[in-house]
């Protein structure tokens, strides 16, 4: 019987220790519980913490991109080395997987990491992945490692996604544990605090953002602290941090990876009216927009904002801006068929 696919990230905050180095106790409790879910679920570890690894070794580091390139180079290796380690002792094998943006947007790409991470769990082998963080473009670079962790979930199809952090979960407003969000709305995004840690470059408001993204795929996510005892085990049963429900959802595999993975060319504003076609499943005509935010050409993936500026889905664009501009008559100009739009 296949395995289902548990997704966990861990952030630079949880496994480094006051000194930002790396835990090597953390990286021990990893492998002790992570060994033991492989034997229920094929696992994608999403492991931060090159740079912290590798910056110790750099003279007068200051935290330049460059700088931070060169500790990662340094760090990978390193931070490979101690999961390697660690894991050994119960027989699990780790492979190390550097991931950049375009292997997501480009869905052929995104078919052979699929296809390279099968394979690897065929001989029971853990993929750690991390962003490519000596190469990566700046301007298609992850937002951070709970994106790629988000990305590779839904493009896999998880059936659960742990986002382990340094803290014990969301807190509401009197600084205790929301023990469960039936649903990521905008009430929901409020609780994150805009403070990020000293180590890493997310923060609460990217979990729960990322988290709402696979809820709404119908991915259980939990966010939890790594310092209790039995942590990983007790986040995949339900029994600590906050936990996220996933929402019904029917999207195909395509339409998720056209929700999640690609990479977004343009903006488009509509009315209330157009709104409401998305809704019913119509497709979106141009008579529905009320303002071209960025440009785009045919066959690129775009937003679409309603008049709040909220972004309510995406789209594969059937034409380019130009055209969209140009038209004389909007009525019946079909910017986007409904099989290519998907609701978020």
Partial sequence: MK?????????????????????????????KQVSSLSK?????????GAVAAGKKNLKNYKGTLSEKKAAAAVGNPLLLQKYSQYFAPYGVFIAQSLCERHHFSNRNQFLQLKKTYEELWKSNIIPIANENDVVSNLELKF????????????????????????????????GKVIEE??????????????????VGLGGMTSKLTFAR??????????????????????????????ICHA?????????????????????????????????????????????????????????ILDADKVVIAVAKSKIDSVILKQAESKQNLEIAHADDIVLI
């Fill in 143 to 174: 937002s951070d490692n709970d994106e790629l962790a988000t990305l590779i979930a839904v493009g896999f199809g998880a059936d659960m996604i742990l986002y382990c952090t340094s803290v014990p979960g969301v807190f509401d407003a009197d």
């Fill in 247 to 303: 929402q019904k959802s029917d999207i195909s595999a395509r339409n998720k990876w056209l929700a999640s993975g690609s990479l977004i060319k343009g903006k488009l504003q509509i009315d209330e009216g157009a709104v409401k076609a998305l809704i019913n499943r119509h497709s979106l005509l141009a008579v529905g927009v009320s303002k071209i935010i960025t440009d785009f050409d045919a066959g690129e993936v775009i937003e």
């Fill in 213 to 242: 993204l696979a809820t709404q795929m119908g991915i259980k996510a939990v966010i939890f602290g790594i310092k209790n005892e039995n942590s990983i085990l007790n986040a995949v049963r339900g029994q600590t941090g906050t």
């Fill in 40 to 48: 229920i679920y094929n696992i994608v570890l999403v492991s931060s």
């Fill in 3 to 31: 395995k289902p696919i548990l997704v966990i990230k861990f952030g630079s905050a949880s496994i480094t220790n006051a000194n930002q180095e790396l835990d090597e106790d953390v990286i021990a409790i990893i492998a």
């Fill in 181 to 198: 969000i039936k649903l990521i709305d905008k009430q929901a995004l409020s609780l994150a605090k805009k403070e990020k840690s000293s």
